[in-house]
Each structure stands twice: as C-alpha cells, then as structure tokens.
T-cell receptor, first 113, second 113 residues
Framework: SQQGEEDPQALSIQEGENATMNCSYKTSINNLQWYRQNSGRGLVHLILIRSNEREKHSGRLRVTLDTSKKSSSLLITASRAADTASYFCATDAGDNYGQNFVFGPGTRLSVLP | NAGVTQTPKFRVLKTGQSMTLLCAQD?????MYWYRQDPGMGLRLIHY???????AKGEVPDGYNVSRLKKQNFLLGLESAAPSQTSVYFCASSYGRVRAGYTFGSGTRLTVV
C-alpha cells in the first residue's frame, strides 16, 4: 500500500518561476522527507520535517506540513534548469517509527531555460 | 567520501540465473535498505537491516534474500531470477531511525530476459 502520493505527476515551468509539489498521505506519521532524483541517479535527501513542525526551509526550498489535512508541499523558488529532476516524498508508518519510509511515485519537474 | 557504493551498475540475467548485488557504505551507518524502483510506482522496500547480523523483510521480499555479515556491507541475492525482477535496485543507509535521511547509492539496473 502506498502511503504518500505526489501531485502533480509532472510539472513543466520556465526558469525563474516557482515550482510547487504536493504530497498527500493516508495515516498518521512521525516524519516526512523529500528527496530529489536526477535522471539515472540515486535519490538525494532534501529535507526532513517532523510531525510537530509546520514549515522548514533550506536554501531555495520550503516545505510545509499540515497534519490535519495529511499533506505536505515542497516549494522551489526561482527555479533553475538544474532543478529538473523527479521529486519524491517519503513518510514513515506511524506505528513503525523510523524503520521504514514509504515513497510515493514522484513528481517529474522540468525547468525549461 | 564514497558514501554508498553499489556494484554492479548494470546486469542482464537469463531467467533462472542467480546473482548477488553488493552494497557498501563507509559512513558507519547502522541501518541499510534495499529498494526496487519501477516506473510509476516509486520505491518499494525489499529488505532492510538495523545492524550487523540482522535482516528483516520489507514490502516486497519474495524472490530475494539478503545478508549483513559486516556492518558496512549489505548483499541482495536473487536465487532464480524472473522477468518480474527487472528493475532498478537502490541501496540506502542511515544512522538509525530518521535523524538525517537516507543516503542512496547510484543504483543497479537489472534486466532479466
């Protein structure tokens, strides 16, 4: 069963624009993570947000978490061509703290020059 | 600063053949994981290990075996390969629980014909 699911499946924007991706999940969580995957490469960890946090920033990245709606969003500001990648959210099963993160199918982001 | 290294990077197997995928990490991480990635399905956990000498089943363990004889190595074995095991396999490691996210290897692309 898939815990987290990203939306949209694919997103295409111009360089300099902001990109927003959403993740919805079904059951309560302890933590949620966002990862980036460039084509043909492994996943790279971006941000971890805990269930008692509402917002975190890292450079041009901003992640929000709304546990009442069971959703998270990843905002990339002032996007660059190098941001072209797939982005995944990963949630831990609330009753299995930290052991297994379940990954969604991802959002494919294309940033056009 | 190698991080997580996977070998081989590519492999083609015939149905019924066996092989072992090797994952090595040099970060002294306790936890190690094997995932498979298929189009449109995100990553699915095959097996994981919470320390040397321990292994546990993930979401899709059938047809695979693992061993963690040394802390730095996590081996994934396919005893009798099937076309359904055609996938990209990723190894990941973490300190334990969820402090800083997972570090992923660059993947092994396996084709079973």
């Amino acid at each position: 069963s898939q815990q987290g699911e990203e939306d949209p499946q694919a997103l295409s924007i111009q360089e300099g624009e902001n990109a927003t991706m959403n993740c919805s999940y079904k059951t309560s969580i302890n933590n949620l993570q966002w990862y980036r995957q460039n084509s043909g490469r492994g996943l790279v960890h971006l941000i971890l947000i805990r269930s008692n946090e509402r917002e975190k920033h890292s450079g041009r990245l901003r992640v929000t978490l709304d546990t009442s709606k069971k959703s998270s969003s990843l905002l990339i500001t002032a996007s660059r061509a190098a941001d072209t990648a797939s982005y995944f959210c990963a949630t831990d099963a609330g009753d299995n703290y930290g052991q297994n993160f379940v990954f969604g199918p991802g959002t494919r982001l294309s940033v056009l020059p | 600063n190698a991080g997580v290294t996977q070998t081989p990077k590519f492999r083609v197997l015939k149905t019924g053949q066996s092989m072992t995928l090797l994952c090595a990490q040099d970060m002294n991480h306790e936890y190690m994981y094997w995932y498979r990635q298929d189009p449109g399905m995100g990553l699915r956990l095959i097996h994981y290990s919470v320390g040397e000498g321990t292994t546990a089943k993930g979401e899709v363990p059938d047809g695979y075996n693992v061993s963690r004889l040394k802390k730095q190595n996590f081996l994934l074995g396919l005893e009798s390969a099937a076309p359904s095991q055609t996938s990209v396999y990723f190894c990941a490691s973490s300190y334990g629980r969820v402090r800083a996210g997972y570090t992923f290897g660059s993947g092994t692309r396996l084709t079973v014909v």
